[in-house]
């Protein structure tokens, strides 16, 4: 039987099936890794290498970061907002080092992200007007301009290292913003944001050739394992080196008993 569902002051009618989206469900996996245009193998990252988890304070980005710093294979560097609100939600983890940046502010994310070897991009806003949005915090602002100067940072020059691998936290409706409940989900424009982000990353890994993984995860609380996912390696074909395509597969629990 339809229930009745209030979204942003919108009252819908919508059936029961729908709502379990808004439950937590499985994920899905988008593992993309683009083409190069030298087509060489990927560069695999090696333990002590840094990974930055930009987004820290938020609910993935908090995961992500101490089930990184929990393996002790690699230098965590978790980046929010606020420092005393990062120490708030990851405690005082030694495996885990602090950094304050903002991906609305360009210039914020210069420093901390200059030594990343590989970076999890974690920031999100609500997908409809919240609490969330204030000081300008919009899907636009957060998930698509957000999501360029993070990887305009990464790319720029002076570096001390080049960047090997960007993971990127999208939705898997953003190849199905016409259907239900994603069309309702897309009212504010999240999802094309992230589509729109996802299209900038593809084409930066070409130009700068680095890899890249898009996760798409469905409910935001199943999340892959992202040491697995930083430790995707180019494959060696028959025929030589694979050029780097786009490859879709299901991923593993972020925590695995």
């Known amino acids: 039987m339809p229930r009745l569902l209030v979204l942003a002051g919108l009252v819908l009618l919508v059936p029961v099936g729908v709502l379990g989206f808004f439950s937590p469900a499985p994920n899905a996996l988008v593992s993309a890794r683009q083409r190069s245009t030298t087509l060489t193998m990927a560069v695999a990252l090696k333990a002590g290498d840094r990974v930055v988890v930009i987004g820290s ?42 950094g304050v940046a903002d991906s609305t502010n360009p210039d914020s994310l210069l420093a901390p992200l200059s030594d990343a070897d590989c970076v999890i991009i974690a920031t999100g806003t609500s997908a409809f007007p919240s609490p969330r949005w204030r000081n300008g915090n919009t899907p636009d602002a957060v998930d698509r301009k957000g999501v360029k100067h993070i990887l305009q940072a990464l790319t720029s020059k002076p570096r001390k290292r080049p960047i090997k691998k960007v993971i990127f936290l999208s939705s898997i409706g953003v190849l199905r913003t016409k259907s239900l409940p994603y069309s309702i989900l897309n009212l504010f424009g999240v999802l094309d944001a992230k589509r729109d982000s996802e299209d900038l990353l593809k084409s930066m890994a070409a130009t700068e050739d680095f890899d890249f993984v898009i996760v798409s995860n469905k409910s935001g609380f199943e999340l892959l ?28 629990p972020l925590f695995e008993k």
């Open 57 to 98: 304070t938020g609910g993935c980005g908090q995961l992500i970061a101490a089930r990184l710093a929990d393996a002790g294979k690699y230098k965590v560097r978790a980046i929010g907002r606020s420092e005393t609100k990062l120490r708030d939600v990851l405690g005082s983890n030694s495996g885990i080092e602090f």
């Open 225 to 252: 394992s992202m040491i697995e996912m930083i430790e995707i390696e180019e494959e060696e074909g028959e025929g030589g080196r694979e050029s780097r395509e786009e490859r879709r597969t299901h991923a593993h």
